[in-house]
């Protein structure tokens, strides 16, 4: 296990702090008895600042340190220095929150096998009464460590979940703006190429409208590179049902006939819902005019206990997903990157909805969601 700078910088105090008590408080027992107590010799002494430089490696070697601190405590003990327990104390509490719990176990075994040699027993049971007393203490803090630990690791984890979902939603967002106003540009660039001698005034339509939607997508993009600045206020409306009307003009101006209807008695729709049906529609959107060869789709939204979202187009069931057959990239037909549907998909499973795509029988392609609302 490594260890940081701060934290060696504490195992160094606290080992200084350990050899100072514990050497002024052996040294202050021999004068405070007089010549009734035997004062600590120079081995006592070496032993006592052993047993605290030992806890400089606590962290790494929990049951090493603690079978070294024992050792020159109680040899430490032995030879006159009556007060040096402080470093066993540590070096105990270490190893049981280190894990190292039989090892701390064992060394009050042999502690209180060594302490308890010719003493009487009423001694004896107030050290044994002690000792248990430590044990606990120091179970009890491990414990409340280990659900320390347990809870920030459970918080950690709740804020990187939370994180790969909010990356998660501005990678949909930003697939479904850039998608659709670039799949309507392309198609209007190809006009605008083709009609450029022939037909200049349509030409021109084309470029004015390939300057309308790139600004829309530019404001879009705003609004979605401002949420991961965090900003507050949006650089455009937030997306919802009430804004398909503009999602079908946007495909109009790409020569693509797009008709929106509602049946059931409209109401407001929770904002997550309300979004999510905007993107779902405006990737279907997206789909048709890049893939299905059509040229003209129809939007249905039918309110009840829940809404369902209904998408068709007239094409030859080309679509997101390498539905259709192979063509130009870009052009009509092409197959996708697949990333359209599955983004449909994880919107709606995030609300507790599901999306079904296909081919038409009676030819096209349908979109079919269904959302809780």
């Given at each position: 296990m490594t260890t940081t700078a701060r934290q060696r910088a504490a195992d160094a105090a606290l080992a200084a702090?350990?050899?100072g008590v514990e050497l002024a408080a052996s040294l202050g027992?021999?004068?405070?008895?007089?010549?009734?107590?035997?004062?600590?010799?120079?081995?006592?002494?070496?032993?006592?600042?052993?047993?605290?430089l030992a806890l400089l490696a606590r962290r790494r070697y929990p049951g090493t340190v603690l079978a070294i601190v024992l050792a020159a405590t109680l040899g430490a003990d032995a030879l006159g220095a009556h007060a040096a327990?402080?470093?066993?104390?540590?070096?105990?509490?270490?190893?049981?929150?280190?894990?190292?719990?039989?090892?701390?176990?064992?060394?009050?075994?042999?502690?209180?096998?060594?302490?308890v040699w010719n003493t009487s027993a009423e001694s004896a049971l107030l050290l044994a009464a002690g000792l248990v007393t430590l044990l606990s203490v120091a179970e009890l803090t491990r414990v409340a460590s280990a659900r320390a630990a347990a809870d920030r690791r459970g918080r950690e984890e709740a804020t990187a979940r939370r994180a790969s979902d909010e990356r998660l939603a501005i990678a949909r967002d930003l697939h479904d703006v850039v998608a659709h106003?670039?799949?309507?540009?392309?198609?209007?660039?190809?006009?605008?190429l083709h009609l450029m001698d022939r037909q200049p005034d349509r030409a021109r339509?084309?470029?004015?409208?390939?300057?309308?939607?790139?600004?829309?997508?530019?404001?879009?993009?705003?609004s979605v590179l401002g949420a991961l600045r965090d900003t507050a206020a949006p650089l455009a409306p937030a997306p919802g049902v009430a804004r398909l009307d503009e999602l079908a003009a946007r495909?109009?101006?790409?020569?693509?006939?797009?008709?929106?209807?509602?049946?059931?008695?409209?109401?407001?729709?929770?904002?997550?819902v309300d979004a999510a049906a905007y993107r779902i529609v405006q990737e279907a959107l997206t789909n048709a005019v890049r893939h299905s060869g059509g040229r003209a789709a129809s939007v249905l939204l039918r309110y009840g206990d829940d809404l369902v979202i209904e998408v068709s187009d007239d094409g030859g069931g080309a679509g997101a997903g390498g539905r259709g057959a192979p063509g130009a990239p870009g052009a009509p037909g092409a197959p996708g990157s697949g990333n359209g549907l599955a983004g449909m998909a994880e919107r709606a499973r995030a609300l507790g909805g599901t999306v079904d795509a296909g081919p038409r029988p009676g030819g096209g392609f349908l979109v079919l969601?269904?959302?809780?609302?």
């Open positions: 702090l350990v050899i027992t021999s004068r405070w008895h007089g010549a009734a107590a035997s004062r600590p010799g120079t081995f006592g002494i070496i032993l006592l600042v052993t047993g605290g327990w402080l470093g066993l104390i540590v070096a105990f509490f270490t190893a049981v929150l280190r894990g190292r719990r039989l090892a701390a176990i064992a060394s009050l075994v042999i502690g209180y096998g060594a302490s106003s670039i799949s309507v540009i392309n198609v209007q660039a190809n006009t605008a339509e084309a470029l004015t409208a390939i300057r309308e939607v790139s600004g829309q997508a530019l404001t879009e993009l705003g495909a109009r101006t790409a020569g693509f006939a797009v008709s929106v209807a509602a049946e059931g008695a409209a109401r407001p729709l929770p904002a997550g969601a269904r959302l809780p609302g």
